[in-house]
């Protein structure tokens, strides 16, 4: 058994540090940061907004089906093996998509390269956080999440970059920019304290020697957790979420800049959702530690409702501030806590694995989202319908929570 320096600072905390930072390139750039190039890419080549956002759509269903993948490979070999093997192939992926001729080259790079790696970051470092963590996961991954609302900082530094340098030098820069981060974070990642003698939260065992965290926990196999209905319906109603926040998200920029704002002002608002929601990541997480988080959760995704309804029909600076406050926040917490609250429904001895078969569950999410808004703008010339329906969905999506119960273990 291997053995870390014993550090004044419980490790895991490190680890939670590391994947902050890791997060905030992920989203700010590959997620948030995306909305930057739509305009560039259709001046330059014509694409609609519905044809641009299938390939985000496209590349996310590639990582949908690669997620048991990369989960058994998570549990088998760790994190920071898959994140080593990540982050050069995102950072060369935005280094190949500077070169790009045409819409097929385009897809190929996004789709093969960029997402690919993007795709080693977020359930690895899910994975070794959970791990680390027991009865402060819901702090843990508050801070952990903040890292997609730093990454907002990044949007509007990449629409500055697109405006002084042009899309294809800056997508070098970015290329660049997430070895530096992306690697040093990676090598920080361990998957479990056991094999280096610390234990979750740092404390120490009982006098028999068990472990005062494992005693309490139920840990599911897959197959089991694919079994319940619990993972069904959290699963479902994550994508649901992911569905409304992906095809609002991703079209803020453009969004913006219909209603008359410039584009790096445009980029510093659909930034700012990433920043004003660190407190609806962080905050609601940790009050998770110490309310039922199911029902924490239900509050955000109702106020997230609430929040998609006003955006639909604002049309003045003062009341875009209002709604973004309320989206930000609200969809900040309810991206969070549902991750926390699968490791407290099936354990983390295959969170892994079994957060890899979520993702294929709410893939459908992150594609139609996207395309629907695109869709929706390049018919009606406005994306007041589909924030419209993404509301209503956003309840569906309530509702399924409200009947998603923490599962019993059963022989299978």
């Not at 990541?281 to 940790?286: D, E, I, P």
Request: hydrophobic share 50%.
């Amino acid at each position: 058994m291997k053995k870390l320096k014993k550090p004044n600072i419980f490790y895991g905390w490190y680890i939670v540090i590391a994947g902050t930072f890791a997060m905030s390139i992920s989203s700010g750039i590959n997620f948030h940061g995306f909305g930057n190039l739509f305009l560039p890419l259709s001046n330059e080549f014509g694409w609609s907004r519905t044809r641009i956002s299938t390939i985000f759509s496209l590349a996310r269903l590639e990582n949908g089906i690669l997620g048991p993948i990369d989960g058994f490979l998570i549990d088998r070999f760790g994190p920071r093996a898959v994140i080593l093997v990540g982050v050069p192939i995102m950072g060369i992926g935005y280094i190949l998509l500077s070169q790009i001729n045409g819409f097929l080259s385009f897809a190929l790079v996004y789709i093969v390269g960029v997402t690919i790696g993007a795709g080693t970051l977020h359930t690895p470092i899910q994975t070794a956080v959970a791990n680390w963590f027991n009865k402060k996961r819901g702090l843990a991954f508050g801070i952990m999440w903040s890292g997609v609302g730093i990454g907002g900082v990044i949007v509007p530094l990449y629409g500055w970059g697109i405006q002084l340098l042009g899309w294809r030098d800056t997508s070098i820069i970015i290329g660049f920019i997430v070895m530096i981060i992306g690697i040093p974070c990676g090598l920080v990642m361990r998957h479990n304290p056991y094999k280096y003698g610390q234990y979750p939260d740092g404390l120490k065992v009982t006098e028999n020697g068990s472990d005062k965290n494992d005693s309490i926990v139920t840990h599911f196999s897959p197959k089991e957790a694919l079994l319940s209905s619990s993972f069904w319906l959290l699963s479902l109603s994550t994508g649901l979420r992911i569905l409304v926040t992906s095809g609002v998200g991703l079209h803020l920029v453009p969004y913006f800049v219909d209603l008359g704002i410039d584009p790096v002002t445009a980029a510093a608002f659909a930034g700012s959702v990433g920043v004003i929601s660190i407190p609806g990541r962080f905050g609601v997480s940790t009050i998770g530690d110490y309310i039922n988080k199911k029902y924490i959760l239900m509050i955000s995704m109702l106020l997230l409702s609430i929040s998609v309804f006003f955006l639909s029909f604002v049309d003045s600076t003062s009341g875009i501030i209002i709604a973004l406050i309320l989206y930000s926040f609200s969809q900040g917490g309810s991206a969070v806590v549902p991750n926390a609250l699968m490791a407290d429904y099936f354990g983390t001895k295959n969170y892994g694995t079994i957060m890899g078969f979520r993702s294929i569950v709410v893939t459908f999410g992150v594609i139609l989202g996207p395309i629907i808004s695109g869709a929706t703008f390049d018919n009606y010339g406005s994306y007041q319908l589909a924030f419209l329906g993404f509301s209503i969905i956003n309840l569906v999506a309530f509702v399924m929570l409200f009947f998603s119960k923490s599962p019993v273990k059963i022989s299978v």
